[in-house]
Every structure is written in C-alpha cells, then in structure tokens.
C-alpha cells in the first residue's frame, strides 16, 4: 500500500507542476496580448498626431508581442510607406497580415488593396490582379486592376475597363487622367481607335464637371481638342489662379499665351522635370534662335530631371545637374524605392557606380550569382577598384591605372552652347546594362584581391591573373602569410597569436586530383627557430615532438587504419626512436623495443602490469609513477589513461 500511496502522490505532483506551468504559460500569453494591445493603440495615438517615426517604433514593439496582429501588421504597413521606407517593408507587412487574417479593426480588402498597389508599382502587374480577384465592384480594386491591364499590353480590356469605371465611378478622376496619359503616349500621328474615341468624346464633354475635381485634368486634355481657342482659353483658365507646370509651360508656348523666350526661362526654373519635358519643349520651339536659347540657358540648370519609362507617372531614372554638369544618375526600375544602380558623376563622367545585384528585370544582371558591385573609377573609363559583395563575403579588386577600361556609361548631348570663351555642352548618361561585367572578365587584370568573409579578412598580390602572395588576419589578431609559385601555394607562415612573430609554418603538396593541398604543419612554440611539432596534413598523418630543441623528434604518433594509434620514442641517451607502442581505445594493447614485441605480465594485485620480466609483485600496494627502488631492484612506473606499467632499469 505504501508503494501505492507513493505513485499517487508522485502522480498528483506532476498533474500539478504541469497545471501551475500552463497556467504560467497562460499568464505570459495574457501579458503578451495585453503590452501588444497597448503598444498598438500607442502607435495609432502617434500616428493620429503625426508622429509617424513614434508610431514606427510602437508598432515594431507591438509586434514583437503578437506578430499574427493583422490589424498591426496593416498598421506598420502604412506608416512604412508614410515614412518613405524600402516598399518592399511594406510588403513584408501586408503578406504576414493576410496571411494570419487575423483582423478585428481593419477590412482584409484594405490590406489586399495596399499591397496591390505596391505590386503594380513594382511591375508585378499579374499578381496584382490574382489578388484582387472577385471584388471589381469597389473603385480602388477596378483602379488598380486598370492600370495592371494597361501596361500588360492588353488594350481591349483595359479600355474595356475605362469605359466602364466611367460610367460606375463618374467622380472618380484616376480613370480619365490615366486614359489620357495613355493615349498622349500612344505614337505620334497615330489616330484613337474608335473605341478610344467613344471615351474621349465622353471625357471631354464631362471635362467642365471634371476639372473641378482635378484641375490638372483639363492640361492633359488640351491636346486632345480640337478647336484651337477652346485649347488657349483651358492653358489660360489653368495658369490665372497662379498655377504652373511644366505642362503648362509648353502648352502656354504652342498657344501664343508665352514667347519663347520667356517660356524657356519659366521651364528652367523648375527644379524637378522629365526628360519628356525637355523633349516636348525643344520640339515646340519653331525657331534656331530659340533652339540655340534653349543650349545657352540649360548649360546654368540646377536640378533634377527625371524619366519615366513606361508612363505610370512613376520615374525609374534621375539625373541631377549643378549649372548643367551632371552629379548624380540612379536607376530603380522595379520602383520599389531602392536604387538598382547609382552613379555619381565630376565633371559629366562617372566617379562610382554602385549596381545591385538584382537589377530588377531578366535581361540584365550584375553577376552571374547576383553579386552587388561598386565601380570606381581614376579617371573615367578605367577602373581603380571593384568591390563586390555576395551576402557575407566581400570581394576587393584593385587596378593599376590604365589596365582595366569599362564604359558602363556613354553621354548623349542635350544642349550646347558657349560658355565663358570656350564651347560647352550638356549631357544625358545613358547606362549600359549589358556592359556589367562578370568577375571573371577583370579578376586577369587585378593589381591586389582583397577577400572579407565574416572575421577573416585576406589580401592577395597578383600578377598576369594570378596571386604571388597573400596575407590574411582574422579578427585583426591571427595573421598567415603565403607565397605562391606560378600561381600555386607552397608555404604559408602564421602569426598565431598577433605579435608580429611567426611561430608556424605550412607547407604544401601536390593532391592526387593535381590541386594544392596543405601537407605539414610546423610549430616553433619558443621562438628558437627550431619546430617543436610538426603534423603531417595528409596520409600517414604522423605527429612528431622534439621536446629538447635539439633537432632530433623525440616523439612520433601515426594512426592506423584500424582507429589505433603507433607512438614511437626513445628509451636511450641518444634518443634514437627504438620503442614503440600501439593503442587502440586509450589503452595500449602491443609494445615494441628495437622491432621486436614485449611481453605483458600481470601484477598478482591486478592493478599494475610488468613490461618484460617480473620480478616482484606490487599486490594491492598501488606504485607511484616515476622512478623506484624496492628489494634490489630498480624499476620506473608509468600510467597510460587507466593502465599503469611498471618496467625494470638494466
């Protein structure tokens, strides 16, 4: 019964020690959800109050207790695009919100919606739509399923769309300024289809009830009407309550309302354009005058100028200018707000060029591995330093002057003129995306290679492609050096401990696959110039000691192929090696002296056991390792791991 009683009271003892556990586990659960809570309507308060860096960090720390919040997880994701961070934050944000669908205060649409928005901005059209699948009857859905149609390529159904979003949604703006952006797009003297003209017809006759919901609206129009006073009094009615762009600006130009000269002046003052402005202004100047104007006054622009290459009203490209000459170009043509390639620019050549491994499209890629590379340059084109980076591993390749030529960049002239007493032009870079090399098109032509992976940092001589030294630190403490001959390895010193002294040494074999291998490590541990331990890096893999810095191993340890061991030492003055043992296991099991085997006797005690004669018995009376002298005889002990081996002096 005691037994019994016993079990119960164990039993009973562990139902309660894992009740009080989950109970504990409860608690921190409710703890959790309660800081998660508090913490998110922190971040909400924050952002109510325009304090969107605030409302960051409590959202973060919201998360760090509940990360399947939907609700927070949509939260976050709007205040990273209020603080203009990485899209691709944001995204990380929607997808864990819709993935946990979790959502108690929010719309799971709301969140479908944003992140649809963020992949037609990213070009990633086809998915947008998947996502909004089934829900067309809701303006943004129909907006962005539109604008994801149109720049398919697939014109029926995004016209289709138009047509239909204007009669569902009449106050909604988006539709006819993108039907009219499109079409201002389309190739010059081409005519709208006819479907095309059934929208415009019905645009421009809602244009009065439209430009009061978007002023800009009737500018995108204006070339699209066809009586010419109707076109000048829209330019005028936009630009007489103040307003200017630099449509207008052109527009005001082709309708007499601006000379020439003074529209130039008013373009120039703008410190954002597009490339497409300056094109439409130029081609509206009608004289050489002009024209040479134009060159004089754009050699002084400050400013940015900007391209769209597809017309989403999104720029993947901008070129900045101080009085003309470029300073900086950046390409992000996935639009996910991180540059895929930027430029810095002197005197309208490329300094550095930093380019992603990913440059956002299949037809161009910085290395075959998606390595990022920066290119810099003395003077431009040839190439002083490439530095490329491949996740933890950074690659630095230097370059005598003149030895390495790559024009990622060539300049198309946009304005010439003359300035002080010399002629002077200005430029347009255009990237050369299919010039980015491979590592192995300029690894040839490299002075020095410098290599970083985690703490190990090593730098190589070259010559003609191939390394004759190199020097590697890790952690800034240890340090080995290696000469190469022909570009192989052939010895290698360490700095083992970051004094500046070399206590090691390795040398290299030849493998059987022809490849450089470290054959023999050597240590001289005394800075005496001679090695006290040398190991043999490849078959047999012998171990050798000399414990006297004469010169001679004292000791030598080889394995076997069965997983014992042979060591070899001396047991005479010249320390010629002529004993052997062999231990399998940690203990030895043979013993050789001058080749030939020793016997084993076993001690009558059991504890010690004779090599060679035995001529007494310790019994139970356990010796002491060293040298002895017990009834005329001389002996010494030794213990191997649990084995003691007591053996007679001649």
């Known amino acids: 019964m005691r037994g019994g009683r016993s079990f119960v009271s164990i039993s009973l003892s562990a ?36 304090r969107f860096d605030d409302a960051f960090f409590f959202a973060e720390l919201s998360l760090e207790y509940d990360a399947s919040s939907s609700d927070v997880q949509l939260l976050a994701a709007r ?56 829900h067309r009857d809701d303006t943004d859905v129909l907006y962005t399923e539109t604008v994801c149609l149109r720049f398919l390529g697939l014109r029926e159904r995004y016209l289709a769309d138009v047509s239909d979003a204007m009669h569902l949604f009449p106050s909604d703006v988006r539709f006819p300024a993108l039907f009219l952006s499109s079409l201002s797009r389309d190739p010059e003297g081409s005519s709208p289809s006819a479907a095309e003209r059934e929208i415009l017809d019905r645009l421009l006759k809602r244009l009065p009830f439209l430009k009061r919901l978007d002023a800009d609206l009737p500018l995108a129009a204006a070339a699209f009407m066809a009586d010419p006073e109707t076109r000048r009094s829209t330019v005028l009615e936009y630009r007489a309550g103040g307003r200017k762009s630099p449509v207008s600006t052109r527009l005001a130009l082709e309708n007499g309302i601006l000379a020439e000269y003074d529209a130039l002046a008013e373009l120039l003052s703008f410190g954002q354009l597009s490339w497409d402005d300056i094109q439409s202004f130029k081609e509206a100047l009608s004289s050489d005058d002009a024209a040479k104007a134009f060159g004089e006054a754009f050699l002084l622009y400050d400013g940015a100028i900007s391209g769209d290459l597809n ?131 300029f690894v040839q032509l490299a002075s020095r290679i410098g290599d970083k992976l985690n703490d190990r940092e090593t730098l190589y001589g070259m010559a003609g ?79 050798s000691w000399d414990f006297n810095a004469d010169g001679h191993w004292d000791a030598v340890a080889e394995p076997l192929p069965d997983g014992g ?23 030895i099991v043979t013993m050789f002296r001058g080749g030939k085997a020793l016997n084993f006797t076993g001690d009558s005690g059991g504890l010690v056991t004779w090599i060679g004669e035995k001529p007494f018995d310790f019994g139970k009376d356990m010796p002491s390792t060293g040298a002895g002298y017990r009834y005329g005889v001389r002996f010494s002990v030794v213990s191997f791991g649990d084995q003691v081996f007591a053996e007679v002096h001649r």
């Not at 209020?82 to 919100?97: D, K, N, Q, S």
């Not at 928005?117 to 699948?133: G, H, N, P, S, T």
């Not at 030529?405 to 200005?426: E, H, P, T």
């Open 79 to 134: 205040i990273v695009l209020r603080l203009r961070r990485p899209i691709r934050e944001a995204e990380t944000h929607l997808l864990a919100a819709l993935a946990s669908d979790r959502f108690t205060r929010e719309n799971p649409l709301e969140a479908r919606k944003t992140l649809a928005v963020l992949l037609c901005r990213m070009k990633r059209y086809d998915d947008a739509i998947r996502l909004l699948e089934g």
């Open 311 to 441: 017309g989403d009203g999104i720029c993947e490209t901008e070129t900045r200018y101080l009085s003309a000459s470029i300073v900086s170009w950046r390409l992000d043509f996935d639009q996910d707000g991180i540059a895929e390639v930027a430029a810095a620019f002197s005197e309208n050549l490329p300094s550095s060029v930093r380019i992603s491994g990913n440059l956002g499209r299949p037809d161009v890629r910085a290395d075959a591995a998606g390595k990022d590379l920066l290119v810099e340059y003395d003077p431009y084109p040839f190439v002083s330093r490439i530095v490329s980076v491949d996740h933890e591993k950074i690659r630095a390749f230097a370059f005598e002057a003149d030895a390495y030529s790559l024009d990622l960049f060539s300049l198309d002239v946009i304005a010439s003129g003359r300035k002080g007493n010399a002629d002077a032009f200005a430029y347009a870079p255009v990237f050369h995306a299919d010039r980015v090399p491979f590592e192995s098109s």
């Open 565 to 587: 061991e042979r060591r070899e030492f001396s047991s005479r003055m010249d320390g010629i090696l002529d004993t052997a043992i062999v231990a399998r296991n940690g203990r």
């Open 15 to 50: 139902i309660l020690l894992f009740s009080m556990a989950g109970f504990a586990g409860a608690q921190d659960r409710d703890v959790d959800g309660a800081l998660a809570q508090r913490y998110a309507e922190l971040a909400r308060g924050a952002v109510a109050a325009g």
């Open 465 to 543: 492609g191939a390394p004759v030294s190199a020097e590697s630190r890790r952690d800034g403490y240890e340090r080995s050096r290696v000469r190469y001959r022909d570009g192989r390895p052939v010895s290698e010193t360490v700095d083992l401990d970051g004094d500046g002294v070399d206590e090691a040494r390795i040398g290299y074999l030849t493998g059987n696959d022809g490849a450089q291998v470290r054959g023999v490590f050597e240590l001289d541990a005394d800075f005496d110039g001679l090695f006290e331990y040398r190991e043999l890096l490849v078959a047999p893999w012998t171990r």
